[in-house]
Nanobody
Framework: QVEVVESGGGLVQPGGSRKLSCVAS?????????MEWHRQAPGKERELVAH???????KYGDSVKGRFAISRDNGKTAAYLQVNNLKPKDSAVYYC?????????WGQGTQVTVSS
């Protein structure tokens, strides 16, 4: 059974930081080759925040470059998103997206709210 679980969201003051976590359990049938973070704010489309391939290469959305950092564990089944200097416009549900050969999965999301 495949499971993708995010955690770490919450209420943060502007300028604050947070670390989001994603743990993927996909079993021995699948091989994960990349993990991503996306976010979706009310009334807006889901957008890519950060991507990290197994080879270590990364890609970031333009609005978060220099403020957010994605990392992976050595086992390649967990991903983290360090979010710094948060702004109210960063408020959204943050989703983990797991890419494996021949399949892909979304987590249920974790809410980040940036407000004073």
């Amino acid at each position: 059974q495949v499971e993708v679980v995010e955690s770490g969201g919450g209420l943060v003051q502007p300028g604050g930081s947070r670390k989001l976590s994603c743990v993927a359990s996909v079993g021995p049938t699948f091989t994960i080759y990349a993990m991503e973070w996306h976010r979706q704010a009310p009334g807006k489309e889901r957008e890519l925040v950060a991507h990290m391939h197994n080879d270590g290469s990364t890609k970031y959305g333009d609005s978060v470059k220099g403020r957010f950092a994605i990392s992976r564990d050595n086992g390649k089944t967990a991903a983290y998103l360090q979010v710094n200097n948060l702004k109210p416009k960063d408020s959204a549900v943050y989703y983990c997206y797991v890419r494996a050969w021949y399949d892909e999965w979304w987590g249920q999301g974790t809410q980040v709210t940036v407000s004073s």
